[in-house]
Every structure is written in structure tokens, then in C-alpha cells.
């Protein structure tokens, strides 16, 4: 794996284990969000890519096509994105002096789409295959999404595309049948470790999370002598059953909270998906300080915050 400390890459990985044995062309990976599918499907790239993979067949990271694809240079290769993706990780989310250029686009956009089909004519770096990356799938426009199209019904030889989402809401189903589409599910490291949270944590956070109101002071005065590893992953559990229901999808975790789930899917709005998919990410980012916490409280309020994020309606 080009990157290692994503533990449910792994599990990924062998979900995935399919396209060993039957030969593909384009490919759409489907995760929860906030749980980096991008990155994940980079992988994919640079296993067809990498000089000398390991023996479950990922990239190995260190040779110098891996290298090639983590700095985004490898010729036989093209990534289709926002460019205000693109651009938040080149400048490490900084903004420098950008107030007066125009804003990045939020869209993959049609000229990106034609350049890439040019891409796929000319013949490859190593004779082999080409591959394009394409995501999230759900921010190709219109104009984008039909050119696509093209690209998929009359691929280029040795052209093949992985394309990747957290969902499927708006995607063209033309798009969608023209490739396998592989699922991914919440990482079992995240459910496991959830199973042990229930008994300790369910009883009074669930009613909590079904209410809708977050109540960042009470919630961590409750919670201070809880491992906040626990409380971590059933937040982090909720949010992507939350945003698994704002993409028209059945409530996978807690369906026993169906309802209240679909209620504040629908105050949320799904214009604020990524809000909640940035909250996710967020918590995730927390869970590596969980373990002794200086102030527990404080610490808390940190996590609740972050939570609650998810369901700031306010443009
Ligand atoms: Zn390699």
C-alpha cells in the first residue's frame, strides 16, 4: 500500500479481492464517507502500476512507479478531480494571497474529461495499460458525465477506469452500468471495536444521538469517565449511518434508529452531505489522541464540537 496508516485499507483491500479474478475495464468504488475511498482507489491505480507488488497483489510503495503515482507524475496515469481538491492538497489547505484568483472548481469538469480521453489515444509509458482516476463521482457535471459516457462505451485499448464516491445520489445510471461496482463497508476494525462500546455507551449516547441536539457541555460531562476510544467509533458509527441514509441508502449500524436518522437527514438537507463527511473525517483524526486524554472533560467537549458540526445548518 502507498499508505499505511489507513488500518481499513487492508480490509479494503480484500473486499475488493474480485478483481483479481475477473478482468475489468472501469470499476466504481463505493465507501462510506469520510474514510478516504479516494486514496483507497488510488491504490487500486497503483497496483496495475506497481514495478514489484506484494504478494496480495497492492502496490508495494517504494518503487519508483509508486513513487511516481504518490507525487501524481506517473505517465500512465490521470487523476479527474475538483480542482479545489487538487489545490487544498497541494497547499496543505492554505490560503495564500488566493482571495483575488478565482475560486477552484467544485466540479469535474468537461475539458478535464476530453483531456483525458486525448490521454487515453496516445499509447502508454510502458506499453501497458493507462488508467484514470475519477471522483468523486457525484461532482462530474452534466457536460462531464457524457463525455465520460463516451470514454466508457468505446475505451481505448489497455484504458481503464476506476472511478470512485461515497454515493451514488445524481449519478447517471449510464455511467453506473458501464462499470463494476464494488461496495466497500465500514471498516470492521471501527464495528468491532463498537460491539465492545455498546454495553458501556448505548444505553445513554444513543437517546442522545436520536434527539438531534447536541448539548456539547452535558454530553461530555456525562461521558468524562468513558474510554473516549468508545465514544469515538459510535459517533463516528452514527455520522455514517447518517450520511448512508442522506444518499438514499438503508441505515446499516443502527437501523433500529432508522427513523430518527431519516428525520435529521432531512433537516440537514442533502446539499450538507459534506459537512457531515468533514465531521467524520474530523473525529477520525481524534481517535489517534484518545488514549489518555490530559483532560477528559475538555476532551470531550473537543469531540461533541466536532460531532456537531455535522449538523450546523448555517451556510
Ligand atoms: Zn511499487
New binding site residues.
Given amino acids: 500500500m502507498l499508505v499505511k496508516e489507513f488500518d481499513w485499507f487492508n480490509d479494503w483491500w480484500g473486499q475488493i479481492d474480485s478483481l483479481r479474478v475477473r478482468p475489468w475495464m472501469a470499476v466504481l468504488l463505493v465507501a462510506p464517507p469520510g474514510l478516504q475511498v479516494d486514496l483507497f482507489a488510488r491504490e487500486l491505480v497503483?497496483s496495475r502500476?506497481?514495478?514489484?507488488?506484494e504478494p496480495n497483489a497492492s502496490?508495494?510503495?517504494?518503487?519508483?512507479?509508486?513513487?511516481w503515482v504518490m507525487q501524481g507524475q506517473h505517465p500512465d496515469m490521470r487523476w479527474l478531480r475538483p480542482d479545489a481538491e487538487a489545490e487544498d492538497e497541494e497547499s496543505g489547505s492554505e490560503e495564500e494571497g488566493s482571495s483575488e484568483t478565482k475560486k477552484p472548481s467544485k466540479e469535474v469538469r468537461i475539458d478535464q474529461v476530453r483531456g483525458l480521453l486525448g490521454f487515453s489515444q496516445i499509447s502508454s509509458h510502458r506499453g501497458a495499460e493507462r488508467l484514470a482516476l475519477i471522483g468523486p463521482i457525484q461532482t462530474l457535471n452534466q457536460a462531464a458525465s457524457n463525455a465520460l459516457l463516451k470514454g466508457l462505451e468505446e475505451p481505448a485499448p489497455g484504458m481503464r477506469f476506476v472511478l470512485y464516491g461515497a454515493g451514488l445520489r445524481g449519478v447517471p445510471s449510464t455511467i453506473i452500468s458501464r462499470c463494476r461496482r464494488l461496495t466497500l463497508s465500514a471498516p470492521s476494525a471501527l464495528v468491532m471495536s463498537h460491539r465492545e462500546a455498546a454495553s458501556e455507551v448505548d444505553p445513554w449516547l444513543l437517546p442522545l444521538l436520536a434527539s438531534g441536539r447536541v448539548d456539547v457541555v452535558r454530553w461530555a460531562e456525562r461521558a468524562e469517565k468513558v474510554n473516549p476510544a468508545l465514544v469515538l467509533s459510535t459517533l463516528q458509527l452514527w455520522l455514517l449511518d447518517l450520511s448512508r441514509v442522506m444518499n438514499g441508502l438503508p441505515a446499516a449500524i443502527f437501523p433500529a434508529q432508522s427513523a430518527s436518522l431519516a428525520s435529521q437527514a432531512g433537516q440537514i438537507g442533502p446539499s450538507r452531505l459534506a459537512r457531515v463527511t468533514e465531521a467524520q473525517t474530523e473525529l477520525q483524526q481524534l481517535v489517534g489522541r484518545a488514549g489518555h486524554p490530559l483532560n477528559p472533560k475538555l476532551f470531550f467537549e473537543t469531540i461533541f464540537g466536532t460531532f456537531s458540526r455535522a449538523y450546523d445548518t448555517r451556510n
Fill in positions: 497503483a502500476l506497481c514495478q514489484s507488488p502496490a508495494c510503495g517504494t518503487c519508483p512507479s509508486c513513487a
